[in-house]
């Protein structure tokens, strides 16, 4: 049910994840809120997607390439998020993964401590399965290795890319702590102004935004672009993808009086068009 059912909720109110945006260091001031339930892979992934929305990328230039470069570690964070999903106790009722990005911190949150026997130094050198099943099967597709490595490559990857040591806390809940990494923040600099999406956190589209982006070279419907990045969700696709680049002005619509049309389709603006000009220059 938790990985093929069509309405995973029907049968587990609290199988999704909720994805935070803070102002500050609590969460007293909520500025974007996102709650995603369409089944174990997709949480992931769309939960992975919120974090790249919403915080932000440097650049490095080397001869004529352009290396970007997360404010977190990418990798280590899409570990975290399966891992909580993984592990986390299915059965406490109101209680759900939350991915909460701070100001200085993002801290993903799974329901339930560490198994029994396991103690906070035990992490990375032994392993518990809580769910064996849900394991199994996200080793199948491969989402993860099944060999107790988790936490271990969470710790290698932010360390191979100079971030700060991840923490962890246990009680009743079991809590990753990622720091960012300080000279990446110096770098990207304080976001200006508006940005991709309504809360002015990320200095770049994501990837999907960028194939759009080129993709409206020519004008395009929204379904052929929703097959262009393996999409199936029209509303999240015009909310998370569409959206945002329609915000800043990037994209316009064919038919602007009738967002709704079924003629309607997307193409760059002339601010798109630079911008994308400017990227591919920078890319050589």
């Known amino acids: 049910m938790l990985f093929f059912a ?12 909720t994805c935070l945006l803070a102002k500050g ?17 997709s949480d992931i992934e769309d939960a992975l997607r919120f974090v790249e929305r ?7 230039i080397e001869g004529l390439r352009r290396e970007n470069i997360p404010e977190y570690p990418m990798k280590a964070l899409r570990e975290a998020i399966t891992n909580a999903v993984m592990h986390r106790d299915w059965f406490i009722d109101g209680a759900n993964v939350f991915v909460e990005i701070h100001t200085d911190r993002i801290e993903v949150v799974s329901p339930g401590g ?41 710790r290698d990857e932010a360390r191979k890319g100079g971030y700060p040591e991840p923490e962890w806390q246990a009680g009743g809940f079991t809590t990753a702590i990622f720091r960012p990494n300080p000279e990446v923040r110096a770098a990207a600099g304080p976001p200006a102004g508006p940005s991709w999406d309504h809360v002015g956190t ?75 000009a400017s990227t591919k220059a920078a890319r050589g």
């Open 6 to 17: 069509k309405n995973v909720r029907h049968f587990f109110d609290q199988a999704y994840i």
């Open 25 to 41: 260091g609590d969460k007293v001031h909520i500025l974007d809120r996102k709650d995603f339930d369409g089944g174990i892979v």
């Open 54 to 60: 919403n915080t932000r990328t440097a650049y490095r």
């Open 114 to 154: 560490l198994p029994k026997g396991m103690r906070l130094s035990d992490l990375g050198t032994k392993s518990v399965r809580r769910n064996a099943l849900i394991a199994d099967l996200l080793h199948r597709i491969d989402f993860i290795e099944k060999a107790g490595t988790g936490v271990k490559r969470i």
């Open 202 to 276: 990320k200095s770049e589209p994501s990837r999907d935004q960028a194939e759009i982006l080129r993709s409206c070279e020519t004008e395009q419907p929204v379904a052929a672009l929703m097959r262009i990045v393996g999409r199936t969700n029209r509303t999240k696709f015009r909310d998370q993808v569409l959206g945002p680049l329609l915000k800043q002005r990037l994209l316009e619509m064919t038919v602007p009086d009738k967002p709704r049309s079924s003629r309607q389709s997307y193409r760059l603006t002339a601010k798109g068009r630079a911008f994308l």
